[in-house]
């Protein structure tokens, strides 16, 4: 939507609304987003015209933990300057008028796209998917953990800390997979490894002597039967 200002560009402390359908494009973490709700005025301050407004979208993501879709509203507040010559091209918040009209299209969508962030979760706490049979461990546990041995109760421990790296358990496997995957590889022929060593720090994986400790003991860690 064009908004014509030309009839409070000379006229300091004058302000002018406008409200309007936007059809935003999907960010990239998101699957759908609905047509938002953009309210506002442009104020003339002082002979400077500064736009502040509103964006009210609704949108349908995919939990970047649980694979699950839901629906996200996000209400989120712009602001922006306008000019009718541009001095400094570098800042992202001032835009151009052209012929006294400023482009709210360009001016929203922008902000809404800037703003956005690359992973969306369905819930703060959600429990994401196992990483060995794929269940919704938001859905209760799966099948894969044994009941063992209170005597080696610590061991459990030690294997639900490296479980407990379910948010970012996707990411945890794939390295995994690489790791293996170029182990022979670069030490059969002393060739540079293809994949990734090192470990992306972002990721809470277990230190190597943490992952190998438990592989001896687990044979150990035999299930429990409750006698009827
Ligand atoms: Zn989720
Ligand atoms: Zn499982």
Request: hydrophobic share 40%; glycine share 6%; net charge negative.
């Amino acid at each position: 939507m064009q908004l014509n200002l030309n009839d409070i560009i000379g006229i300091p402390g004058a302000s002018k609304p406008f409200e309007f359908s936007l059809a935003l494009p999907a960010p990239t973490a998101c699957i759908m987003c609905g047509p938002a709700l953009i309210s506002g005025y442009v104020y003339n301050i002082a002979g400077a015209l500064e736009l502040r407004g509103e964006i009210q979208a609704t949108m349908t993501c995919a939990c970047d933990r649980c694979m699950a879709s839901f629906t996200m509203k996000k209400t989120q507040p712009v602001t922006a300057y306008l000019a009718e010559i541009l001095s400094n091209e570098a800042n992202p918040d001032i835009f151009l008028l052209e012929n006294g009209s400023v482009d709210l299209d360009e001016v929203f969508t922008t902000a809404f796209l800037l703003d956005m962030e690359s992973k969306i979760v369905c819930d703060e706490d959600c429990a994401g998917l196992c990483i060995t049979c794929g269940a919704n461990l938001n859905d209760g546990s799966c099948a894969c953990k044994l009941d063992v041995d209170p005597r080696l109760a610590a061991l459990q421990q030690l294997l639900d800390t490296d479980n407990a790296a379910s948010s970012n358990a996707k990411e945890v496997s794939v390295w995994r997979f690489q790791r293996v995957r170029y182990q022979d590889r670069d030490e059969t022929n002393g060739a540079a490894p293809i994949g990734s060593w090192t470990r992306p720090t972002s990721l809470s994986v277990p230190s190597a002597t943490h992952i190998a400790c438990p592989i001896g003991l687990a044979e150990l860690a035999v299930p429990t039967r409750t006698e009827k």
